[in-house]
């Protein structure tokens, strides 16, 4: 099993910056991937980015050349770095990840972006 916890959620302003984190952990896990998820009011939730353990990023339309998805694999952490936020990017963000036998997901973190 393995558990996931974001932080680093909160109220900007349309223009402003913030970084989430997430920390994994458990008991003698490896990870395929780690992945951030958004899901704004009244809509399905989408994939924002994703970090392969090859090292490979992918990135939504939405937010390419804004966000950052970065990892720190001694401390089991993802972070998005996300930049230039307008009011669209509001919504809860989830950490995914997957073990190569499971997916896993955190709690949520609201972003709020307002105009």
């Known amino acids: 099993q393995v558990q996931l916890v974001e932080s680093g959620g909160g109220l900007v302003q349309a223009g402003g910056s913030l970084r989430l984190s997430c920390v994994a952990s458990g008991r003698g896990f490896s990870l395929r991937y780690m992945a951030w998820y958004r899901q704004a009011p009244g809509k399905q939730r989408e994939l924002v980015a994703r970090?392969?353990?090859?090292?490979?990023?992918s990135y939504a339309d939405s937010v390419k050349g804004r966000f950052t998805i970065s990892r720190n694999n001694a401390k089991n952490t993802v972070y998005l770095q996300m930049t230039t936020l307008k009011p669209e990017d509001t919504g809860v963000y989830y950490c995914?990840?997957?073990?190569?036998?499971?997916?896993?997901w955190g709690q949520g973190t609201q972003v709020t972006v307002s105009s």
């Open positions: 970090d392969t353990s090859a090292g490979e990023t």
């Open positions: 995914n990840a997957d073990d190569y036998r499971l997916q896993y």
